[in-house]
């Protein structure tokens, strides 16, 4: 069982920059790939960015590469999204998961068993 939490979200200005963390709780998190899913209304969650479990590979939608960048602490139970240049577009609840899914389909949220709450990110033009 893993339980995810996030944090870091709030209101910055186009261009602006802002650190998300998702502390995960459970022996086990560096089993898991970790992901970045976000939600804006009347839109469906998409796929932001994820990293494995063990080599730490990364994987972004094009959209944010570049700009965001995914990574993890195991020793601190910690995975992070670190988000430069932000648009208004990039506004959205902010998802992050843990889950055992192949390579080949990371960036797919059925393949992530745990999720948190989610984190609030508003980006103003």
């Known amino acids: 069982q893993v339980q995810l939490v996030e944090s870091g979200g709030g209101l910055v200005q186009a261009g602006g920059s802002l650190r998300l963390s998702c502390a995960a709780s459970?022996?086990?998190?560096?089993?898991?790939?970790l992901g970045w899913f976000r939600q804006a209304p009347g839109k469906e969650r998409e796929f932001v960015a994820a990293i494995t479990s063990s080599e730490g590979t990364t994987r972004y939608q094009d959209s944010v590469k570049g700009r965001f960048t995914i990574s993890r602490d195991n020793a601190k139970n910690t995975a992070y999204l670190q988000m430069n240049s932000l648009k208004p577009e990039d506004a959205a609840v902010y998802y992050c998961?843990?889950?055992?899914?192949?390579?080949?389909?990371?960036?797919?949220?059925?393949?992530?068993?745990?999720w948190g709450q989610g984190t609030q990110v508003t980006v103003s033009s």
């Open positions: 459970g022996r086990t998190f560096s089993g898991y790939a």
């Open positions: 998961a843990a889950g055992v899914p192949p390579i080949s389909v990371i960036g797919r949220a059925a393949y992530y068993r745990y």
